[in-house]
Nanobody
Framework: QVQLVESGGGLVQPGGSLRLSCAAS????????MSWYRQAPGKEREFVAG????????EYRDAVKGRFTIDRDNAQNTVYLEMNLLKPDDTAVYYC??????????WGQGTQVTVSS
């Protein structure tokens, strides 16, 4: 059974930090590109950051460059998103995403991140 389980979300003040984790199971993690997406209320889901298999490439949306860092641990089947200098505009549900470079895509259930004073 495939599972992507996100954790680490919560309420943080502007300028603060959070580290999201996504624990994967049920598929060959090392063969998948892993990404984080987010969806704010009333908005479409958007790409945040992605890391290719074997750490062969990393991408970020412009709004998070220099503040967010994506990383993966293939031995632990986990992908992380380190988020620093958080802004209210970063408030959203953050989703873990796995893609096998073909037709297979998996999504996690999401974790809420709220940036507010």
């Amino acid at each position: 059974q495939v599972q992507l389980v996100e954790s680490g979300g919560g309420l943080v003040q502007p300028g603060g930090s959070l580290r999201l984790s996504c624990a994967a199971s049920g598929f060959v993690f090392s063969g998948y590109a892993m990404s984080w997406y987010r969806q704010a209320p009333g908005k479409e889901r958007e790409f945040v950051a992605g890391i290719r298999r074997a750490d062969t490439g990393i991408e970020y949306r412009d709004a998070v460059k220099g503040r967010f860092t994506i990383d993966r641990d293939n031995a632990q089947n986990t992908v992380y998103l380190e988020m620093n200098l958080l802004k209210p505009d970063d408030t959203a549900v953050y989703y873990c995403h796995a893609w096998n470079y073909g037709r297979i895509v998996y999504w996690g259930q999401g974790t809420q991140v709220t940036v507010s004073s």
